[in-house]
């Protein structure tokens, strides 16, 4: 039997507000999931030091400071620093359409700005993990 999808959910940086966060959490959860949330203010590295002691499957960042694209940078050069860009990453929060193609071309699998049904996220990781169990 394989093991079901793990997700890091994250909120990186400065950032107080972590409601959003909650409920992406919940609803991947309800999706049967298996989620860790980080918690509020995390450094990229230990975020990505979460990611490897969980040995999550996918790690979802929630940023709405505005430093999206700098955050993810970081934290995807951390993963592939640590042989752990098998992770799929994707972001959420405040996003402008301008940044999303900046992400995605930055290594970012998803991007969910706000106002995205919570839906999308499970689908996408469903689709991104095909036949493993959620």
């Known amino acids: 039997m394989k ?7 994250a909120k ?3 950032d ?3 409601k959003g966060a909650k409920v992406v959490c919940h609803a991947l959860r309800e999706a049967g999931m ?3 949330y980080s918690g509020l203010h995390k450094s990229v590295a230990e975020i990505v030091s979460t990611a490897l ?3 999550v499957d996918a790690l979802g960042l929630s940023i709405l400071s505005g430093a999206h694209l700098v ?3 970081k934290v995807l050069k951390a993963l592939r620093q640590r ?3 098998d ?5 959420g929060g405040v996003i402008p359409d301008r940044d999303i193609e900046k992400l995605r071309a930055l290594g970012v699998k998803g991007v969910f700005p706000g106002g995205t049904p919570l839906a999308a996220t499970a689908e996408f990781l469903r689709q991104e993990f095909g036949d493993k169990p959620v």
Do not use: M, N, T, W
């Open 83 to 85: 042989q752990a860009d």
């Open 87 to 91: 992770i799929v990453v994707f972001v």
């Open 12 to 14: 990186p940086g400065l």
């Open 53 to 55: 002691q969980e040995d």
């Open 34 to 36: 298996e989620v860790i």
């Open 71 to 73: 955050y993810a940078q």
């Open 3 to 9: 093991k079901r999808l793990r997700v890091l959910v």
């Open 16 to 18: 107080g507000h972590d």
